[in-house]
């Protein structure tokens, strides 16, 4: 399937990481949403992303060493734009902020790819990316 990907991810303790030539950030523990595209193939980029020991070729690889992903969300698509989309509506959540600007996003003109929902737990901000892309045109069914 082509199209967009979130990844829920969790991580247990806060994180001091250099990510790639982005620079070195800080991250909180607590729950996080990443927003990637693969025009090749959602399935298989999900997959490699689950994988131990992968080189490091995008940002979210650098996280990924430490954070465990709960959920993984696909979205069809053609337009490589709803990534961006889902990350813009996915930031105006109650409780989301930026710990790391430009991360995922160093081909757009986002404030990052990268969502961090602090504390929430699993269950809330996997109802709350679901909700919000349900209110995206990219996405079927749509809420009402």
Request: hydrophobic share 40%.
């Amino acid at each position: 399937m082509r199209g967009a990907y979130c990844l829920v991810l969790l991580l247990e303790r806060n994180l001091s990481v250099r990510v790639g030539a982005l620079g070195a950030f800080t991250f909180p523990s607590g729950v996080y949403v990443y927003v990637g595209s693969a025009q090749a193939g959602v399935e298989q980029r999900i997959a490699r992303h689950l994988r131990r020991g992968r080189h490091k070729r995008w940002h979210i690889d650098y996280l990924l060493d430490d954070a465990e992903v709960m959920s993984t969300i696909g979205v069809a698509t053609d337009r490589k734009e709803d990534e961006c989309e889902i990350a813009q509506t996915l930031l105006r959540s109650e409780g989301a902020a930026v710990v790391a600007p430009g991360f995922g996003s160093s081909d757009c003109r986002c404030r990052s790819h990268l969502i961090f929902f602090g504390d929430a737990d699993r269950e809330r901000a996997v109802e709350t990316v679901a909700m919000q892309l349900s209110l995206l045109r990219c996405v079927y069914p749509k809420a009402l």
